[in-house]
T-cell receptor, first 113, second 111 residues
Framework: DAGITQSPRHKVTETGTPVTLRCHQTENHRYMYWYRQDPGHGLRLIHYSYGVKDTDKGEVSDGYSVSRSKTEDFLLTLESATSSQTSVYFC????????????FGSGTQLSVL | EDQVTQSPEALRLQEGESSSLNCSYTVSGLRGLFWYRQDPGKGPEFLFTLYSAGEEKEKERLKATLTKKESFLHITAPKPEDSATYLCAVQVSGGYNKLIFGAGTRLAVHP
């Protein structure tokens, strides 16, 4: 494994509640990513980070925020969860070169009721 | 609009029955094409990167090829352990060298 841990692995929450997902890496890589995966869709990028406190939006960032206060941790927050955010969330890292090869965590299954 | 389409959505093979998965793309500037394998309940696992038309990569029973419009993942004499979802992703020029993923092909290989 590439040294990526996502927590929790499963979560059920109610509409309107805040939710934070955590991604922890032991590889000391600069680049970290949050994707969501839904049936019939490819993985879609939510936010990414290119260093501590350096983050930017992906293609489906509305309703999500992120924070990276340490190299090893990248947090994804749903400020007020909605049913449309029910999905599987994957964190990914990549090596600090120009190769876009990603290493993924095992995912968090989030259900918003 | 940049787009990646994989076909078929699902494929059922008998053990030993060779076949190919397709990934077609329409993008403004291709920087690379990636194949990943995803097992149920797990994250995608990197298989190959292809950068230019005519390039080929092989790993065990898998061979990936690339043309200017599509990529194929050829599976020769598959075994049940090859059952998985195979994802294609295209890296395009952009502010963050973004990846566009296809929806995947679910492969089931039966003994």
């Amino acid at each position: 494994d590439a040294g990526i841990t996502q927590s929790p692995r499963h979560k059920v929450t109610e509409t309107g509640t805040p939710v934070t997902l955590r991604c922890h890496q032991t590889e000391n890589h600069r680049y970290m990513y949050w994707y969501r995966q839904d049936p019939g869709h490819g993985l879609r990028l939510i936010h990414y980070s290119y260093g501590v406190k350096d983050t930017d939006k992906g293609e489906v960032s509305d309703g999500y925020s992120v924070s990276r206060s340490k190299t090893e941790d990248f947090l994804l927050t749903l400020e007020s969860a909605t049913s449309s955010q029910t999905s599987v969330y994957f964190c990914a890292i990549r090596e600090d070169n120009h190769n876009e090869k990603l290493f993924f965590g095992s995912g968090t299954q989030l259900s918003v009721l | 609009e940049d787009q990646v389409t994989q076909s078929p959505e699902a494929l059922r093979l008998q053990e030993g029955e060779s076949s190919s998965l397709n990934c077609s793309y329409t993008v403004s500037g291709l920087r690379g094409l990636f194949w990943y394998r995803q097992d149920p309940g797990k994250g995608p696992e990197f298989l190959f990167t292809l950068y230019s038309a005519g390039e080929e990569k092989e790993k065990e029973r898998l061979k990936a090829t690339l043309t200017k419009k599509e990529s194929f993942l050829h599976i020769t004499a598959p075994k049940p352990e090859d059952s998985a979802t195979y994802l294609c992703a295209v890296q395009v020029s952009g502010g963050y060298n973004k990846l566009i993923f296809g929806a995947g092909t679910r492969l089931a290989v039966h003994p």
